[in-house]
């Protein structure tokens, strides 16, 4: 007996879209844009022949087909997750999937990565980068890197650090700066990741610059790296340049340290969070959080 072609992920959209009453929301919890959830919506009902929601300006009403479609969706969406996760589990109980932002990969997990693989030889660690405006949903992974001003709901989350950001450059391009009012005459070096991070700083200093005129590299760790190099100033988030700072390798030529309402969060999906590779990788991460 052959089964019906039906719209899978036109359901997931909708059942995400009842269970927020909201279409943006839905699109944070399966990292799509709110455009997307919306015209998947759109074929569903379609396809099914009956509106699903009323729309009231903003509001989302779910019509009385769509309330009882969403009441079955959402108990058969967990079955699935359920069914599929406990064979993924017992196929690959020591391989741990991790996709970071790159310079969060590059700054902070790599050089302390050395001490989780020697404590946890059995466990295989794979990282992965993507640009953080390129979220995906963590079913092909165990933990992701948000950057939110609030904790993220629909996860289990570790606050790593909070956004502190300073200028830094070589020590010959500091001699060129003696207040912060001569950033204007000094390339500013801009990740495109986080091209807003220079306007925090900038609007904190009083100054009135360009807060996006300069050169743009694909992360911060190149930016850095093109500081070092002379090519201009960067700003540094304090957690990653510290060890730079230290060796003398980078220097903060102003004393003024910038935070925003942004903080790092490493996420993983509630259900995992009793699996042993989840928690003796969260339990490292918590113990090395402590020791800095």
Known sequence: MSRPRIPLTALRAFEAAARHSSIAQAAEALCV???????????L????????FERTGRRLVLTAEGRRLGE????????LERAVLEVRSSAAPTHLRLRLAPTFAIRW?????????????????EVNTTAIADEVALDDFDFAVRVRDEPPKDHDWLLVFRDAF??????????????????EHVPRLHSMIRPESWGVWIDTAGLAIDPLAGPKFANAALAY???????????????YVDADLRSGRLVAPFGLVANSRSAYYLVNARHKSTWPKIRVFREWCEALLKRS
């Open 33 to 43: 844009t709110p455009g997307a959830v919306s015209q998947q919506v759109q074929q």
């Open 45 to 52: 009902e379609a396809w099914v022949g009956v509106p699903l």
């Open 72 to 79: 079955r969706l959402g108990p058969a969406f967990d079955q």
């Open 109 to 125: 997990l790599v050089p302390n990565l050395g001490d989780f693989i020697g404590r946890y030889p059995e466990i295989e660690v």
């Open 166 to 183: 300073t200028p830094v450059c070589s020590p010959e391009t500091a001699r060129q700066l003696r207040t912060p009012a001569d950033l």
């Open 225 to 239: 790296q093109a500081a070092a190099d002379g090519l201009g100033i960067a700003i540094g988030q304090t957690v």
